[in-house]
């Protein structure tokens, strides 16, 4: 059983660009949470992707954007990146149904400069 | 909406010692609980879960966490601290009955453990 595999683990990007972000669920999940976690802080939660759809959303403006593909994989994308954009992002992998759990990968450390 | 409050940043306890570390949290639906850990540069591994069962709960690595609704809290505990349990605390709530991964975090505590 493969667990869930975040790339790159770390990225450098300047203000203004943009970024993708990519994760890949664990086996038999059809669920992806994406959170973003700011140094010193815990995570918090960015949007759920399940059946394709973006299945909820925390509080994160548009330019936080998000695919989820067949096979259950995902994308994160963050337009004209903020300064403040500066953290690691954790992509959690679940499957729908009762007392289930996430499974988290290992992150991605996003630098903005 | 639902929240979680971790009471103090930082906790230092002694190998061998016990390890209490406190949540509690706000729900307006009965919550799912949890607590995870974080290594240094790492994801978050869960510990263990509170999915309406039984209210004594037992986790990997010799930790158990108790729910007690009277006090909303689900604080984390460990008998005997080892230097491997350094790390940080995460405790989680989720009202998503869904998949469990709409996830309200805390803001966590370092744990570090003296020799």
């Known amino acids: 059983e493969t667990g869930v595999t975040q790339s790159p683990t770390h990225l450098i990007k300047t203000r203004g660009q943009q970024v993708t972000l990519r994760c890949s669920s664990q086996s038999g999940h059809n669920t992806v949470s994406w959170y973003q976690q700011a140094l010193g802080q815990g995570p918090q939660f960015i949007f759920q992707y399940y059946r394709e759809e973006e299945n909820g959303r925390g509080n994160f403006p548009p330019r936080f954007s998000g695919l989820q593909f067949p096979n259950y994989s995902s994308e994160l994308n963050v337009n004209a990146l903020e300064l403040d954009d500066s953290a690691l992002y954790l992509c959690a992998s679940s499957r729908q149904g009762m007392n289930t759990e996430a499974f988290f990968g290992q992150g991605t450390r996003l630098t903005v400069v | 909406a639902q929240s979680v409050t971790q009471l103090g940043s930082h906790v230092s306890v002694s190998e061998g010692a016990l390890v209490l570390l406190r949540c509690n949290y706000s729900?307006?639906?009965?919550?799912?609980l949890f607590w995870y850990v974080q290594y240094p540069n790492q994801g978050l591994q869960l510990l263990l879960k509170y999915t309406s069962a039984a209210t004594l709960v037992k986790g990997i690595n010799g930790f158990e966490a108790e729910f007690k609704k009277s006090e909303t809290s689900f604080h984390l505990t460990k008998p005997s601290a080892h230097m491997s349990d350094a790390a940080e605390y995460f405790c989680?709530?989720?009202?998503?009955?869904?998949?469990?991964?709409?996830?309200?975090f805390g803001k966590g505590i370092t744990l570090s453990v003296r020799p």
């Open positions: 729900s307006s639906v009965p919550p799912y």
């Open positions: 989680a709530v989720s009202v998503d009955t869904g998949a469990n991964s709409k996830l309200t």
